[in-house]
Structure formats: C-alpha cells, structure tokens
C-alpha cells in the first residue's frame, strides 16, 4: 500500500472533495426521502434504490435554494453556473466568484501532484443564452481577497472557466504518463529509494562545504540543502510514480457506457494514488440532449429518447416514464462509482470514501419544471470524521425568500470543513448552517 502525501504536514489530514454533476435534473416525484434524522428515521427515495447498500454513506440536504427566484430564461445555464459558486451568472460574460472546489484546491496547494482536476464526457452543451462557458464549465476560478481577520472573500469579478478534459486517453495519459504499471512492489520500492539516496550523497558534504563559504554563500547554500531535505520527504511521503497502479489504458470509449466506467475508475485511482484531493466531473453538460436510448426502458417506449427533450415531458405519461428510467440509469452509474470509492483501500487501510467527501447535483432541481428551490444535494463520504454521515438534513422551506436557507449557506460551512474561513459566499451566503453533523 502506498503511503500519500498526508503524511507530511500542512497536508495532513487528507481531505479530497469530489463534484458530481449529472444533466437535465431530478425526477422529483420520487425523489424526495421519507422521514427525517438519522438511520432509521429516514428512507432513501425511490430514484436511489440502487444506492440502499451505501445508505451508512449518504448526506440527503433538501430545503436549500441556489440563489435565484429571480425568474428569466436560460434556467441550465443559470443553474450550472451557480452549482458550485452560487452566484447567478452574468449574461455572455465570464464574471462570476470563484467556485468551491478551485477555494479547496487552493487551500490544500502542494499536498498532491495536480492541484484539481476537471473531467467530463463531452463539449457540447447549447449556451442557453448565457454562454456555453456556463453550460459546459462547473469550475471557476476568481478574485480571491484575505481579509485582516484571517478570513477569506471570494467576490465576483472576471472569472475563468476551466475546461474539462473530455478525452479518456489524455486524461489517463496527463495522470499516469511514465508509470510502470508492470513494476513489482519491491521494484517500485527500489526505485524509490535509489531516488532518496541521491539525495542523501549529496547533503552529507553541506557541513565541509559551508566552513569554505563567506556568510551570504553560506545562506544560499543552506537554502538550497533545506529544499533539498524538503523534497526528500516529500519522496518518501508521496505514493505517485511507480508505487501507483493505473488502471488498463481506456478502449473503446466511443461507448458511452464504457467510458463513463472508465473515467469513474481513473477518479478512484487518482484519489487512492493521491495524484489529486479535488475533482470536478460532469457526466455530461447542461442542457445535454445525448441520446439515452441504449437504456432497456427507454428503448422499450420507443420515440424521442434525447435527455434534455425528454426531461420537457409536461406530465405525458410516456415521457415521465422515460424521463425516470433516464434518472434511475444516471443514480446507477453514480452508485456504481460510489462503491468503487468504498471498496478501495485508503493509505490507512480504511475505505477511500472515509477520506472523501462526494457533493452530487444536477443544474436544476425538477427537470420538468427547472426550478432552483428546494433543490436537493446529494452527499457520500465521511470526510475523515468531519461528515456524520446516514441522514437527511431538512431545511425548512419558504414562500419569503429572506426565511430559507441557501447553496451559499451550505458553502460556507462546506469551506470551513477544509479549513477555509469566509463570513459570506455567493449572492446570498451569510451564514454558516450545520448539516454535516
């Protein structure tokens, strides 16, 4: 087993988030969980049957609004825009605040070879009148100002969308380029510590060689030996390189299906690897209209099987029964990825979901209606401790926009489980709510 990056301070402990972003939103009849509480005072909606095993995982957040009542067209790009800033975009204009997960990345810069990373099926959502910079991006990055109480603000300004890598072999390739997926574990150790050994030739003559240096040499020198011990125990805290095990190379991933595995095994491995502690991935970009054909009930129906066109379904009950079986398929693929995260081994040879923190959303909240109020959040994973997890957290709702809870409330909270301080996040983030305990 690999020894990460935790085990060398400020890096410890190790605390990854993953953004999940499905398209085209929930089918909310069933989905919304019965009860309230804890273990058994709730039960998991219908729409996530498939994820009844992993129940003692799961964080279900309802009640909350992304910040918006403010009705006008363009609601999935509004709504992808905000997932993870909870700003409401501005019009054919990248300004917005940063988004959560480029705020933890930041915070935990250093701790893995790739600060984040930004994944994805495929470029091809509409702009939605918005720009497709909205529809296609769940990742900003934005003004950052730290203020003199220690906290920080994330105000809207010019903002860059970063895009997603949407190729499964240059994904694999920007994370396992150079790796020798064939070496023993005994090679890989030899490896590794004939790297280390250099190093230790090379620092036992700093002492005779700083006795022949005038004092500002002696200052440089001593710098660069400090650097040098710096990346020695970096070496001997790092699992990547060799001590990695990639996944086969991707084939055939024209496949739907097939590559959606495949990029959900490369997330799993370069979590376990400690390659990266943040991912965004969108199974596919707002407003997506991929044919969902090849799933057995809405091939059985027949007709329009577009996911975008079907999720428009105004209560016909053909369309409804596609549109379900399409957000049943997309809750398997998502359950299916959940369970690689438990059934890896971390470096403390506990699951790999204890470490993690899963957030799973869609751009809006009732695919048909494509509302943004109670708006659910799906969460798995225990954040070393810091998430309790087998609940449902409910907010109360409201008509009065001023009495609700919102998105930005949840991020601020969300942000200081890694150690970020912010007093205000987004349009309407002004306080920190507890649903992680």
């Given at each position: 087993m690999h020894t990460p990056n935790a085990a060398a301070a400020p890096c410890a402990p190790v605390r990854r988030f993953l953004a999940y972003m499905?398209?085209?939103g929930h089918h909310m009849p069933e989905h919304k969980p019965e009860g309230a509480g804890a273990g058994n005072q709730w039960k998991l909606p219908p729409m996530l049957a498939s994820m009844e095993d992993l129940k003692s995982e799961l964080v279900f957040v309802s009640g909350l609004e992304n910040q918006h009542r403010r009705k006008e067209f363009g609601d999935h790009a509004i709504g992808c825009g905000a997932l993870l800033t909870a700003r409401k975009p501005t019009k054919n204009k990248p300004f917005t605040n940063s988004s959560v997960d480029q705020i933890i990345a930041d915070a935990q810069q250093g701790c893995a070879r790739i600060p984040s990373l930004q994944l994805g099926t495929h470029d091809a959502g509409?702009?939605?009148?918005?720009?497709?910079?909205?529809?296609r991006s769940i990742s900003w990055r934005g003004p950052v100002v730290k203020n003199d109480d220690g906290s920080m603000s994330f105000p809207a300004g010019e903002a860059t969308p970063l895009g997603k890598e949407i190729d499964a072999q240059r994904a694999f390739?920007?994370?396992f380029a150079g790796s020798d997926p064939g070496a023993s574990a005994a090679q890989a150790e030899m490896r590794r510590a004939l790297r280390k050994s250099v190093l230790d030739a090379v620092v036992p003559h700093g002492g005779w060689l700083q006795t022949r240096l005038n004092p500002a040499d002696r200052a440089k020198v001593d710098q660069l030996f400090t650097g040098i011990r710096e990346l020695e125990r970096d070496i001997a805290a790092s699992g990547m390189g060799p001590t990695c095990s990639?996944?086969?190379e991707p084939t055939n991933v024209k496949d739907f299906q097939q590559k959606l595995d495949f990029l959900h095994t490369?997330?799993?491995?370069?979590?376990?690897?400690?390659?990266?502690?943040v991912i965004t991935f969108m199974m596919g970009d707002a407003l997506s209209n991929r044919n969902l054909g090849f799933i057995d009930d809405v091939e059985r129906l027949g007709g329009d099987a577009g996911d975008h066109s079907v999720s428009h379904h105004s209560g016909q009950d053909g369309l409804v029964k596609k549109f379900r079986a399409m957000t049943l398929w997309k809750m398997e693929q998502i359950a299916a990825f959940l369970r690689k995260l438990r059934d890896l081994t971390d470096f403390d040879?506990?699951?790999?979901?204890?470490?993690t923190l899963v957030w799973i959303n869609s751009e809006i909240a009732d695919g048909n209606l494509h509302n943004h109020d109670d708006k659910p959040i799906l969460l798995a994973g225990r954040l070393g401790g810091l998430v309790t997890t087998d609940r449902h957290v409910r907010f109360p709702t409201s008509r009065d926009y001023s009495k609700v809870k919102t998105y930005g409330d949840f991020f601020i909270t969300l942000l200081g489980l890694y150690g970020v301080r912010v007093n205000e996040f987004g349009n309407d983030g002004k306080e920190a709510i507890v649903w992680q305990s």
């Amino acid at each position: 087993m690999h020894t990460p990056n935790a085990a060398a301070a400020p890096c410890a402990p190790v605390r990854r988030f993953l953004a999940y972003m499905f398209p085209n939103g929930h089918h909310m009849p069933e989905h919304k969980p019965e009860g309230a509480g804890a273990g058994n005072q709730w039960k998991l909606p219908p729409m996530l049957a498939s994820m009844e095993d992993l129940k003692s995982e799961l964080v279900f957040v309802s009640g909350l609004e992304n910040q918006h009542r403010r009705k006008e067209f363009g609601d999935h790009a509004i709504g992808c825009g905000a997932l993870l800033t909870a700003r409401k975009p501005t019009k054919n204009k990248p300004f917005t605040n940063s988004s959560v997960d480029q705020i933890i990345a930041d915070a935990q810069q250093g701790c893995a070879r790739i600060p984040s990373l930004q994944l994805g099926t495929h470029d091809a959502g509409p702009s939605d009148q918005f720009g497709t910079y909205y529809t296609r991006s769940i990742s900003w990055r934005g003004p950052v100002v730290k203020n003199d109480d220690g906290s920080m603000s994330f105000p809207a300004g010019e903002a860059t969308p970063l895009g997603k890598e949407i190729d499964a072999q240059r994904a694999f390739d920007r994370l396992f380029a150079g790796s020798d997926p064939g070496a023993s574990a005994a090679q890989a150790e030899m490896r590794r510590a004939l790297r280390k050994s250099v190093l230790d030739a090379v620092v036992p003559h700093g002492g005779w060689l700083q006795t022949r240096l005038n004092p500002a040499d002696r200052a440089k020198v001593d710098q660069l030996f400090t650097g040098i011990r710096e990346l020695e125990r970096d070496i001997a805290a790092s699992g990547m390189g060799p001590t990695c095990s990639p996944p086969p190379e991707p084939t055939n991933v024209k496949d739907f299906q097939q590559k959606l595995d495949f990029l959900h095994t490369l997330m799993a491995i370069a979590f376990q690897c400690d390659l990266t502690r943040v991912i965004t991935f969108m199974m596919g970009d707002a407003l997506s209209n991929r044919n969902l054909g090849f799933i057995d009930d809405v091939e059985r129906l027949g007709g329009d099987a577009g996911d975008h066109s079907v999720s428009h379904h105004s209560g016909q009950d053909g369309l409804v029964k596609k549109f379900r079986a399409m957000t049943l398929w997309k809750m398997e693929q998502i359950a299916a990825f959940l369970r690689k995260l438990r059934d890896l081994t971390d470096f403390d040879d506990q699951p790999l979901l204890n470490n993690t923190l899963v957030w799973i959303n869609s751009e809006i909240a009732d695919g048909n209606l494509h509302n943004h109020d109670d708006k659910p959040i799906l969460l798995a994973g225990r954040l070393g401790g810091l998430v309790t997890t087998d609940r449902h957290v409910r907010f109360p709702t409201s008509r009065d926009y001023s009495k609700v809870k919102t998105y930005g409330d949840f991020f601020i909270t969300l942000l200081g489980l890694y150690g970020v301080r912010v007093n205000e996040f987004g349009n309407d983030g002004k306080e920190a709510i507890v649903w992680q305990s």
